[in-house]
Nanobody
């Protein structure tokens, strides 16, 4: 079983930045892709960004150029640097792993961390 713990969410003003972190523990296969999804109220959960162990990435069009995903394979951690945040980024952000590709959703989820972008 894999456990994912997210941190770094909070309240930020439009145009601001936040950095989310996720740490994976348990029977974690280092070859899994790791990623971030988000779910806003009344909307479906959607991919934000994902990264393979080799560094290949996949970003939602809405965040390209503003968000950067990175990972530390030795520590099984993944980070999401979010810059120039917009109010529409307000959502619960979930860490995800368990898939081999950045275009596939893994079966393991964290508990989520709230990101609120508001003035």
């Amino acid at each position: 079983q894999v456990q994912l713990v997210e941190s770094g969410g909070g309240l930020v003003q439009p145009g601001g930045s936040l950095r989310l972190s996720c740490s994976a523990s348990g029977n974690m296969y280092s070859g899994y892709a790791m990623g971030w999804y988000r779910q806003a109220p009344g909307k479906q959960r959607e991919l934000v960004a994902a990264i393979t162990s080799g560094g290949s990435t996949n970003y939602a069009d809405s965040v390209k150029g503003r968000f950067t995903i990175s990972r530390d394979n030795a520590k099984n951690t993944v980070n999401l640097q979010m810059n120039s945040l917009k109010p529409e980024a307000t959502a619960v952000y979930y860490c995800n792993t368990g898939a081999m590709k950045v275009t596939t959703t893994g079966r393991y989820w964290g508990q989520g961390t709230q990101v609120t972008v508001s003035s």
